[in-house]
């Protein structure tokens, strides 16, 4: 049975750096063709994906926060953890983490930006 | 980037009758391995999206077959045959095909 839980501050300040704990089970991020993804979510707003990270540690990022973006992986916690630089109100969503092949999904975390 | 686009936004529907959303990418979906990567999700209420389809036509286990993905090129269509009170929400359209991957902007299906 594979699950995926997100873990993280749910109020951060502007300008701060967040970092977000994807744990998950079920599956392993050494097999082959395996992943972890990020997603967000406005309030209210579409789904945008951010970043995923492979079995083999290649990683992508999307273009627009690539900059702000790193994703880092600990195999012997399965967890895989996002970190977003220089938070910003209009980074106030609700994150999830997803297999990469996207049949599996977390329960989402809300992180709010505010001073 | 992949600009997907869906229509139409908003779609009230009556319980019972079929429903079909449309969404178009702006450029082909084909992969260097030949697959066309085009999922559809379903996202209710206080929830996380779940899969629904996936390279355009698969149902992932425990979907009902009234949901269908069709489409080709850079159209594709989620149909559902007899709408049931349970598929209200929201429906998104997404590519992963190219880098980056893209989302629709959703469309919200309603009961009259």
């Known amino acids: 049975q594979i699950t995926l839980k997100e873990s993280g501050p749910t109020l951060v300040k502007p300008t701060q750096t967040l970092t977000l704990t994807c744990t998950f089970s079920?599956?392993?991020?050494?097999?082959?063709?395996?992943?972890v993804a990020w997603i967000r979510q406005p309030p209210e707003k579409a789904l945008e994906w951010l970043a995923v990270?492979?079995?083999?540690?290649?990683?992508h990022y999307s273009p627009s926060l690539k900059s702000r973006l790193t994703i880092t992986k600990d195999i012997s916690k399965s967890q895989v953890v996002l970190t977003m630089t220089n938070m910003n109100p209009g980074d106030t969503a609700t994150y999830y983490c997803?297999?990469?092949?996207?049949?599996?999904w977390g329960q989402g975390t809300l992180v709010t930006v505010s001073p | 980037d992949v600009v997907i686009t869906q229509s139409p936004l908003s779609l009230p529907v009556t319980l019972g009758q079929p429903a079909s959303i449309s969404c178009r990418s702006s450029?082909?979906?084909?992969?260097?391995?030949?697959?066309?990567?085009l999922n559809w999700f379903h996202q209710r209420p206080g929830q996380s999206p779940r899969r629904l389809v996936y390279?355009?036509?698969s149902r992932d286990s425990g979907v009902p077959d009234r949901f269908s993905g069709s489409g080709s090129g850079t159209d594709f269509t989620l149909q559902i045959s007899r709408v049931e009170a349970e598929d209200v929400g929201v429906y998104y359209c997404?590519?992963?095909?190219?880098?980056?991957?893209?989302f629709g902007q959703g469309t919200r299906v309603e009961i009259k």
């Open positions: 997803a297999h990469s092949r996207l049949n599996y």
């Open positions: 079920g599956f392993s991020v050494t097999t082959p063709g395996v992943g």
């Open positions: 990270f492979f079995w083999d540690d290649n990683q």
């Open positions: 450029q082909g979906l084909v992969h260097s391995d030949g697959n066309i990567y």
């Open positions: 390279k355009i036509s």
């Open positions: 997404m590519q992963n095909t190219h880098w980056p991957w893209t």
